[in-house]
């Protein structure tokens, strides 16, 4: 039995990490969402929420030359008629990504915001962006949250974020059913055999 024990132990072990290593890619997807610039916008994978209860701007794909599948600004009303993109925004994911990546738009004379990148409660030091510009972020496991803070000048309107893309761990279980059901044949095969033998002994005449 404590052969089949470490056997079982061994297998789990390959089986979990081969499994945890498989990924799905992902997207944010912000077409089609039906709402009206709201102050918590709610996507399949994230959550966005205006840094001062102000209003989120949705982008669809398309919308004022963004690409698909779109993107959002925090809005800034105050004293401004449209108003700006020059409020924060915080993103939090539903689940810890990795190999997460996106995009900064519309950006133009001092536009330019810092992004503060959260693990697990952690705050990573910021980035700062000046431009229109892919930010990666594939060196960071684990990513739970994004905290976009404006830094743009008086004079400028800000900027919008889109093409969100990243990787969910999974669990392929079908695929580890096998070695489990295997290893937990033997070992109750092993555990039959060994009561069987017991109630044997047992049963011998003294």
Known sequence: MKYLTAI?????????????????????EFDGLSVSDPSVLELDGATITHGDG?????????????????????????????????SDATLVFDNPVSDLSFETFFVSGGDQANVSIIIDGIDVPDINITSNQVVDLSAWVGITELRFIDASGASDAGLAYGRFTYSLAVIPLPA??????????FLSFGRFRRNRRLLRGSMRPS
Request: aromatic share 16%.
């Open 8 to 28: 079982f132990c061994i297998v789990f072990a390959c089986s979990f990490q081969t499994a945890m290593a498989s990924s799905v890619s992902m997207q944010l």
């Open 54 to 86: 102000g209003k989120i701007f949705v982008y669809e794909s398309g919308a004022f030359g963004m690409p698909a599948p779109g993107g959002f600004c925090a809005l800034q009303q105050i004293g401004r008629n449209p108003p700006n993109c020059k």
């Open 176 to 185: 580890m059913m096998p070695p489990f059901a295997f290893v937990l044949f």
